[in-house]
């Protein structure tokens, strides 16, 4: 699709610092398609970057390359918004004896070419220690404008902030394959032994991040379980993509492979790996574990990406909307999910068959809990 493919020509400029491939704007552009594409990726930022690297010749109609800056303008002033106010809440938190650390989001994006220009989530703090996750969740009860139901079992609270969503984590798993999901407490255990990262100076100075060794798998294993669940974006991907290019010189390569073979996902990688190098620019000698083997699949999961979108956007234009029949709302968005899970069966089988099972298994447990309360 020629849309796709300028759309990559931007996303691979924006994120590297490199020129466009020009060839793929010869002909007329459909601006339009490719500017909803950077929505269902959530990466208009970093495709504006991209624009700003293409010679004016083939840039579109004034009206139409404007809409990709201005959101990227106001992309600026909310991410400001949001660095201004993570180090506040941690370094309050800290006083009141909670430790957390900040995962994703906002540290990633300081690992990007322009870091205000990645689209603004949610700010997720994860707070190991289960009597301070207790603590955190009292401090944010006393300022949260609207707070949702605890998952007790996740040990996950979520708050509404000016503005801003907050949650707090006081554990996490990753039920990618069933290997992954009964190893994952442990492997967390031994990487979070090193604490924090503290943050010195920049745009989140007095943040703290999770060490390096943990971040780099769990990035990717977050980004992996959406993908698995229900569809990931570019966004997610691109995550993953720049904090392993920053950091690459301080990931030990052993301990990684170790990681990837105890959590079972060293195949993940190594087909991911394959479509960052391939598809997305990421420097070749920089991927570990890269193979031109999985050259095929890597192209299936990218195309997999852009039939779904972030976190199963294009599936959930069809849902019906909030006041329709909860029973038809349902059974409405369950339908929506089988191609996901039909797509992932080419490339990771067994995986699929058992994340299917899983997803029934939490459909029913949600219908019983609704019928018998």
């Keep these: 699709m020629k849309s796709e493919k300028e759309f990559l020509a931007l996303l691979k400029a924006g994120l590297w610092g490199s020129e466009p491939d020009v060839s793929v704007f010869e002909k007329d552009t459909d601006w339009d398609m490719v500017y909803q594409l950077t929505k269902e990726q959530t990466v208009v930022g970093v495709v504006t970057d991209g624009i700003s690297a293409l010679p004016k010749q083939y840039h579109g109609p004034r009206p139409k390359i404007m809409q990709f800056y201005a959101r990227t303008m106001n992309l600026e002033d909310e991410n400001r918004r949001m660095n201004s106010f993570v180090p506040q809440l941690m370094i309050q938190l800290e006083r009141k004896g909670v430790h957390s650390m900040l995962l994703k989001g906002a540290g990633v994006a300081t690992c990007y070419r322009q870091p205000l220009h990645r689209v603004v989530g949610d700010i997720d703090l994860l707070v190991p220690d289960a009597e301070e996750y207790k603590k955190a969740r009292e401090l944010m009860l006393m300022i949260a404008e609207e707070v949702e139901n605890e998952d007790v079992g996740r040990k996950h609270s979520a708050f509404q902030y000016k503005g801003l969503t907050i949650e707090v984590h006081g554990d996490f798993v990753l039920p990618i394959n069933k290997h992954c999901h009964l190893q994952t407490p442990v492997w967390k255990k031994k990487r979070l032994t090193e604490g924090g990262r503290h943050i010195e100076e920049g745009l989140l100075k007095g943040a703290i991040l999770p060490p390096v060794q943990f971040d780099v798998l769990f990035i990717f294993g977050h980004m992996l379980l959406h993908y698995m669940k229900g569809g990931v974006g570019l966004r ?20 990684l492979e170790e990681d990837l073979d105890f959590l079972g996902l060293r195949k993940y990688w190594e087909v991911f790996g394959a479509m960052a190098v391939e598809q997305l620019g990421f420097p070749e ?75 029934i298994a939490s459909a029913l447990r949600g219908y019983q809990t609704k019928s018998h309360p």
């Excluded at 997610?236 to 301990?255: G, R």
Aim: hydrophobic residues 40%; positive net charge.
């Design 236 to 255: 997610q991907v691109s995550d993953w993509l720049m904090f392993l290019h920053q950091h690459i010189a301080e990931v030990n390569l052993q301990t």
């Design 285 to 359: 000698g920089l991927m570990p574990l890269y193979s031109k083997k999985n050259s095929a699949k890597g192209r299936i999961v990218l195309q997999n990406i852009f039939k779904t979108g972030n976190f199963g956007a294009k599936q959930k234009q069809d849902q019906l909307k909030e006041g329709a029949n909860p029973i038809a709302k349902k059974l409405v968005t369950f339908w929506g999910q089988i191609p996901v899970y039909a797509r992932n069966l080419r490339v990771f089988p067994h995986d699929t068959l058992w994340c299917f099972k899983e997803f």
